[in-house]
């Protein structure tokens, strides 16, 4: 079943029913509301994935990596036939491991790091053209797969501004999304700089386009509709002006225990259906939801696990103010205490690797955690008194152990970092192949390393704003 939906006029969005909305209703959501927080979980899954993704590429071809492709290239890419492309990103990604490599002034490139031995989609990104990708790539250590060529088409383009609907001030850190309201799905991001202003430029096929303002703290979300696009063509002056959001704030615990919460997701939403918002519990069961309120009365309900607490009806809210202690109790057994192992991962450089995953074993418990945008990670669950053994893992990186960790139920045990080295050339299967594209894209930034700037900045505004975890299955 496909459904539509509309919030105030400001969006639209399609999307699979994932669940029997019916089921929610006694817990204090609407089918609006249901629809409205599926489409932001949606959206935020979309970012993360993109964020999480190209920032992994950014903080690494930031460190580093020009010295050792200077040595290392083969396979030329080309913007238009015969005219090579500098600073086109081509990556190799599967569930054996990850590696990168940025094109030189000759349009060379050559992935000869981070592959393990099995089967990878390859992935070109460059300003001014579509994305484009070929899967099923076949790589095995010690070999070159050659020849993994492609064409790439003329992106169009979306600028604008972006301000505050009351001071009329710019707003920076917004994150900016242009996706495609039919069809084909094309679409890409970007951050406002300190002067409101946003620039997407890559990956826009000519269609018809939403823009939306995702989440801006401490505002609503608003879309623009029906921005029409022609390849080769950047269209200005798409400004969007947010509206101040109220803020609900208060406690999850467990009941009759007391014991405060993680990780339980907290939804509000007003009674017309018109806005909604949500935010995540701290380790003590706070939360804050910052983004999405307007004016009104509204139903707040919390989700732990598979456990519902609230609703807390009547909560009245006034766009700019915040309303606290809005706190909800459930009827669930908390989580057994544990000890804390606490840490950085970073690289061989001393650069943070988001996402990595760091895991606790060993005969008292289990815990796992993932590294932030800062490379930081806190292991709070699962970890009785004992020893441990610690490994962090990250995809294109050999993993590392630290054994003989002492937890202690109640206590942090800090500073078990860990430094990770890339899977060598040695070690490696080596990709290769040329791009060839159309002619005259868009101008880029002036600097290559500008794409790569502005994904490792959606990355820790998403990671800091909803503090999503992934979790291993």
């Known amino acids: 079943m496909i459904i539509n939906v509309v919030i105030r006029g400001r969006f639209s969005f399609n999307f699979a029913q994932v669940f029997n909305i019916q089921s929610y209703a006694k817990y204090g959501f609407g089918e609006k509301e249901v629809h409205n927080g599926l489409f932001r979980r949606k959206v935020i899954a979309d970012v ?26 083969s396979g030329i890419v080309y913007g238009d036939p015969g005219v090579s492309v500098s600073g086109a990103i081509v990556m190799a990604s599967g569930p054996e491991g990850y590696g990168f490599a940025t094109t030189n002034s000759l349009g060379q490139y050559s992935i000869n790091e981070g592959l393990k031995t099995g089967t990878y989609t390859v992935s070109v990104i460059k300003e001014g053209y579509l994305n484009a990708k070929m899967e099923n790539v076949a790589v095995t250590v010690g070999q070159e797969t050659p020849n993994i060529n492609f064409y790439l088409s003329l992106s169009g383009g979306i600028s604008g501004r972006v301000t505050d609907a009351v001071s009329e001030l710019p707003l920076q850190n917004i994150i900016i999304v242009a996706s495609t309201t039919g069809g084909e799905t094309f679409g890409w991001s970007a951050v406002t700089d300190a002067n409101g202003n946003y620039r997407i430029i890559t990956n ?243 600097y290559p390393i500008a794409i790569l700037l502005v994904v490792t900045l959606v990355a820790a505004v998403v990671a800091k704003r909803f503090n999503v975890k992934a979790r291993r299955l």
Do not use: C, W
Request: aromatic share 8%; net charge negative; proline share 7%.
């Open 204 to 446: 826009l096929a000519t269609g018809t386009y939403n823009v939306t303002a995702v989440f801006p703290e401490g505002h609503i979300m608003n879309t623009i509709s029906g921005i029409a696009v022609t390849a080769g063509v950047e269209v200005t002056g798409v400004n969007l002006v947010l509206e101040r959001s109220g803020i609900i704030s208060g406690r999850v615990t467990a009941t009759p225990t007391g014991t405060p919460l993680g990780n339980a997701t907290v939804y509000a939403a007003s009674e017309d259906g018109g806005y909604v918002g949500f935010a995540q519990t701290n380790a003590t069961g706070y939360y804050r939801i910052s983004s999405g309120l307007g004016t009104g009365t509204y139903t707040v309900t919390a989700i732990y696990g598979m456990s519902f607490g609230g609703p807390v009806t009547g909560v009245n809210v006034v766009a700019g103010s915040e309303i606290s202690n809005i706190n909800i109790a459930i009827p669930v057994s908390p989580p057994p205490p544990s000890g804390m192992i606490s840490g950085k991962v970073t690289d061989i450089s001393v650069q943070p690797i988001p996402n990595a995953l760091v895991t606790a074993q060993g005969p008292a418990g289990f815990g796992e955690a993932h590294a932030d945008q800062n490379g930081n990670y806190i292991i709070s669950s699962g970890l009785g008194t004992g020893a441990y053994m610690v490994t962090a893992s990250a995809p294109g990186y050999s993993s590392q152990s630290v054994s003989g960790v002492s937890v202690t139920v109640g206590e942090v045990t800090p500073n078990v970092n860990f430094q990770l080295s890339r899977i060598p050339p040695a070690q490696s299967g080596r990709v290769s192949g040329t791009v060839q594209g159309d002619e005259n894209p868009i101008p880029e930034f002036q």
């Open 48 to 73: 993360m994935i993109f964020a999480i993704l190209f920032s992994f590429t950014a903080y690494i071809s930031m460190t580093g990596f020009s010295t050792s492709f200077r040595r290392n290239f």
